[in-house]
């Protein structure tokens, strides 16, 4: 088990920069991308026939597209991942509610 966990934790330290390269400034690149889009569609708005224009347009909002989606997924999962974490925090609060709330109904149906 131990070796397991050491080779887990060496993949771990492999990754860590692979991933921050990979999936850094999203933001900024849904910025630019934006950017990009609304000077196509100034061009595009002075010469709509343009294929070459219209083209890039096309490939530009796939992108967005693209860029949104992992965007929702990602913050998405660093939520999930925030609530296990901190979901024992809560857990007898939640508890005590729900028990409280069964004892009031409860009692509510014994006195009708």
Known sequence: MFRFVKKLKAIKNDLKPWAKSTFRHVQEKLQQNSDKINYIEARLIADPESYQFNNWFNRLVKLQEKLLLFNQKYWG??????????????????????NSQRKKNSSSLRFK
Do not use: D, I
């Open 77 to 98: 999962l660093l939520v999930r991942k925030e609530w296990l974490v901190n979901s024992g925090r809560n857990s007898t609060y939640f508890q005590r509610q729900a």
